[in-house]
């Protein structure tokens, strides 16, 4: 699976922005897909993941409410939606394609897109 994350950009606090990851392959159908986040000087951080039907979502507590993710398996996409954005959100985004195991740790991603930088100006 070969992804491709794209919509981020600069906003300001309380904006709301709308990021994208395509995927390229047979197998996205079939994939629990996930958002992760980086800031500078900071570990990779869980956001939200979608299981591979859309049946099963996870937010990180601190974006629970204000984060949704989704998916159109027609079209390969997995989509992040952000409201109310915070400067703290400033971070590069990351899809991700789970193979296993918990849904928060990035070691149990096998893809990754490229990232997309997300900043948030108060």
């Known amino acids: 699976v070969q992804l491709q994350a794209s919509g981020g950009g600069l906003v300001q606090a309380g904006d709301s922005l709308r990021l994208s990851c395509t995927a390229s392959?047979?197998?996205?159908?079939?994939?629990?897909m996930g958002w992760f986040r980086q800031a500078p000087g900071k570990e990779r951080e869980f956001v939200a993941a979608?299981?591979?039907?859309?049946?099963?979502?996870h937010y990180a507590s601190s974006m629970k409410g204000r984060f949704t993710i989704s998916r159109d398996n027609a079209k390969n996409t997995v989509i992040l939606q952000m409201k109310n954005l915070k400067p703290e959100d400033t971070a590069v985004y990351y899809c991700?394609?789970?193979?296993?195991?918990?849904?928060?740790?990035?070691?149990?991603?096998?893809?990754w897109g490229q990232g997309t930088q997300v900043t948030v100006s108060s």
């Open positions: 991700a394609a789970r193979s296993g195991g918990s849904y928060y740790n990035p070691e149990n991603y096998r893809y």
């Open positions: 392959g047979r197998t996205f159908s079939s994939s629990d």
């Open positions: 979608i299981s591979w039907n859309g049946g099963t979502l």
